[in-house]
């Protein structure tokens, strides 16, 4: 049996493809290769050291069926792995869903994000049937909270320590939403 596997085309360069294991040694060679730079804001690379345990994280989200599987999606950009973004906590009943991603270092920049984000929202609401889209970035993470705010998310309040980072710290977070009537 042939599992179809969803892309979604941002623009020429950038192409969201929906996660499979055989992602493993892409998505785990980055963290590996980045620890400092995603694990000060990433509370999994330190949870990540061997490419198995990305394997693993892959597998249990694409073993998940029907309604309970997540959208997650790797970020390509001029085919090559740039990152990951995808719908976490989605709240079917509600219609709601958060938005999560990252992005490799060297693809800093370039807007990928923010565009990958846009596309992202447009499928929450046009073809999933998604109302509220909601984005948690730490506070003191810039790159991650312009992406909401770029897109005209509103700023709803903090949620204190709510995430708790390497080292045992708490970061507070920024809760952002979009509806689609704001869309």
Not at 1 to 28: E, G, H, W
Not at 40 to 53: G, I, Q, R, S
Not at 115 to 139: D, H, P, T, W
Request: aromatic share 10%.
């Amino acid at each position: 049996m042939t599992m179809y596997i969803k892309t979604i085309s941002v623009t020429k360069s950038i192409v969201l493809r929906q996660i499979q294991t055989s992602d493993a040694s892409a998505i785990f060679e980055t963290i590996d290769t980045q620890r400092d730079y995603l694990g000060k804001w990433l509370p999994f690379v330190a949870f990540t050291h061997k490419e198995a345990d990305t394997f693993r994280f892959i597998q249990s989200m694409v073993e998940v069926s029907g309604d309970k599987r997540e959208h997650v999606f790797v970020i390509l950009h001029e085919g090559n792995f740039a990152g990951l973004i995808g719908f976490k906590d989605t709240d079917r009943t509600n219609q709601r869903t958060e938005i999560g991603y990252w992005l490799s270092e060297e693809m800093q920049g370039k807007g990928i994000v923010t565009q990958s984000v846009s596309r992202m929202c447009q499928f929450a609401f046009e073809e999933l049937g998604i109302n509220r889209i909601q984005i948690k970035c730490a506070v003191g993470n810039l790159k991650s909270k312009n992406i909401p705010q770029r897109l005209n998310f509103q700023l709803e309040g903090v949620e204190r320590d709510g995430e708790l980072l390497s080292g045992d710290q708490f970061t507070d977070l920024e809760i952002y939403s979009l509806l689609k009537r704001e869309f």
